[in-house]
Nanobody, 122 residues
C-alpha cells in the first residue's frame, strides 16, 4: 500500500515562497508517477504539476508555469513543489498523489496524501 505524507504548507504574503514535500513509502519509488494537486473551498481539485520519478518528465498547469517547480530526491523517496511568486489565488489545500502516468487529471491517480494547507495573503 502506497503511503504519501505531505508537509511544508503555511501562511505567506503575496510574492513569497514555500516548498512542499511529499514522502512516499510502500512502493517502488523510482517507478512512480507523481503529481501535486490543489483544492480551494467550493472548487474542483486542480492539477498543478506532475513528474515521472524514474525519468524526470514533467507537466505544469498554465496557472503555475514559471512560478512552481516540481522535483524529486530519489534517495529520500521525496517529492517537492517549490512555489515562488505566490498569489492569493494559490490559496488551497495541496495534495500529492501517485498514479500510472504523468497527468494533471486527478481521476488518473490511485493514491493520495492527506494534504497540506497553503494560505497566501495580499
Amino acid at each position: 500500500q502506497v503511503q504519501l505524507v505531505e508537509s511544508g504548507g503555511g501562511s505567506v504574503q503575496a510574492g513569497g515562497s514555500l516548498r512542499l514535500s511529499c514522502t512516499a513509502s510502500g512502493y517502488t519509488y523510482s517507478s512512480m508517477y507523481m503529481g501535486w494537486f490543489r483544492q480551494a473551498p467550493g472548487k474542483e481539485r486542480e492539477g498543478v504539476a506532475a513528474i515521472y520519478i524514474g525519468g524526470g518528465s514533467t507537466a505544469y498547469s498554465d496557472s503555475v508555469t514559471g512560478r512552481f517547480t516540481i522535483s524529486r530526491d530519489n534517495a529520500k523517496n521525496t517529492l517537492y513543489l517549490q512555489m515562488n511568486g505566490l498569489k492569493p489565488e494559490d490559496t488551497a489545500m495541496y495534495y500529492c498523489a501517485a498514479g500510472p502516468l504523468v497527468s494533471l487529471v486527478a481521476a488518473r491517480y490511485n493514491y493520495w496524501g492527506q494534504g497540506t494547507q497553503v494560505t497566501v495573503s495580499s
